[in-house]
């Protein structure tokens, strides 16, 4: 593993341990060239799936960048990080177990949607905001009353 303070090629693992969702292993390395320590995360990949965007450009699934759309809607909200991490892992897997190689941006737009709607109305709202290219305010306040009807049901 490269060490990221000197880029040093090798690295020494000191400590090995699953991570707190038990969705990954947490190490604890030591770079063979500075002695600087740092921690990585190792994850399951269970297939390769591609997302298919709206113009028909292909991109391998990033999961760093799903955990960051979803971090940026529920930035500032009541809602743990393990409650984050617990939506993308389950996205994640979802993904990886549908038993497609590729699968479109949208249906992954929905899960998140599906996802924060459970967890955050606000998150809810700001994901569809970018999700549905809300143009002007008349789509957020047409968005917004359709969520607090569903709310009172």
Request: aromatic share 6%; with cysteine.
């Amino acid at each position: 593993m490269r060490c990221p303070f000197c880029h040093h090629d090798d690295s020494q693992v000191k400590d090995s341990r699953p991570s707190e969702d038990g969705a990954s292993i947490r190490r604890r390395r030591q770079c063979e060239g500075c002695g600087a320590r740092f921690t990585t995360f190792e994850r399951v990949q269970l297939r390769e799936v591609t997302i298919v965007k709206k113009d028909g450009a292909r991109q391998p699934f990033d999961r760093s960048k799903l955990d960051r759309s979803i971090a940026i809607a529920a930035r500032k909200r009541p809602v743990t990080a393990e409650r984050l991490e617990r939506l993308v892992t389950g996205i994640q897997r979802q993904l990886e177990t549908s038993g497609e190689s590729e699968i479109p941006a949208s249906r992954v737009g929905e899960m998140v949607m599906d996802g924060l709607k459970a967890l955050d109305s606000v998150a809810y709202i700001r994901f569809a905001s970018v999700y549905k290219d809300f143009a002007e305010a008349k789509d957020f306040e047409d968005f917004a009353g359709t969520v607090a009807e569903a709310g009172k049901e």
